[in-house]
């Protein structure tokens, strides 16, 4: 039996598993369903893809080690300002991984955390749902943690954003998050504990 396959194929289970748990969620789905923000996409936007971009950014093919860092369980759906479900969008992310760096745009490789993906996408399922397998972001220069991420329809991207961290210190100081003055609500994400872990749901609306 391929290990390595094998050892994928249970983490995608046990995201799905988490995906149906309970988690207290963003307010994007509140009464008013306010579409997600904008945000810039900043210049770290792979200058290539890996070869390996699933939604496991924690795991790299052929490697036995983990990424460094906290693993974070990221789930959610997208939707439309009616709750609709928009199924097979395709969902980007990408951030630095536990060194402050990112990944696919030039910097060293003997720098990086050769365990991490830095970049991964996926298509939502008929129900709009998401889930990826990432790691608790940290911080960088004057950056507050966050994760970058888009959504494309059709061949066509469609939201930019950034996601943020509910309660971090570093928000109130980060120039990106405090320009979006009452809309930041949209684009922070509660974390919860899950033994050595940490989850969270955000919920994407599309305007």
């Known amino acids: ?10 983490v995608v289970w ?3 598993a988490l995906a ?5 969620s963003t307010p994007a789905l509140g009464a008013d369903r306010r579409p997600t923000p904008a945000v810039d996409e900043g210049p770290f936007y792979p200058r290539r893809f890996p070869a390996d ?29 009616s709750g609709r479900p928009r199924a097979g969008a395709h969902v980007e992310v990408w951030q630095c991984d536990s060194k402050g760096l990112y990944h ?29 397998r990432t790691i608790k ?3 960088y220069g004057q950056r507050t943690p966050h994760i970058h991420f888009t959504v494309s329809e059709r061949g066509r991207r ?22 979006l003055g009452d809309e930041a609500r949209l684009v922070t994400m ?3 504990s899950a033994g050595n872990e940490v989850r969270g749901a955000f919920d994407i609306v599309l305007g």
């Not at 149906?20 to 207290?24: E, Q, V």
């Not at 930019?160 to 320009?179: C, H, I």
């Open 190 to 192: 509660p974390l919860e």
């Open 104 to 132: 696919h745009v030039g910097v060293p490789e003997a720098r990086l955390d050769p365990n991490f993906q830095g970049f991964g996408a996926l298509e939502t399922d008929a129900d709009g749902r998401y889930s990826f």
């Open 14 to 16: 046990m995201g799905a």
């Open 158 to 179: 469609v939201l930019t954003s950034q996601l943020f961290m509910e309660g971090d210190a570093m928000n109130a100081r980060d120039g990106l998050y405090r320009a």
């Open 53 to 81: 971009s699933d939604a496991d950014l924690t795991r790299i093919a052929g490697r036995d080690k983990p990424a460094e860092g906290t693993p974070l369980t990221l789930t959610g759906r997208v939707v439309d300002r």
């Open 137 to 139: 972001p940290v911080p």
């Open 20 to 24: 149906s748990m309970p988690l207290r």
């Open 1 to 10: 039996m391929d290990i390595s396959h094998e050892r994928r194929r249970v």
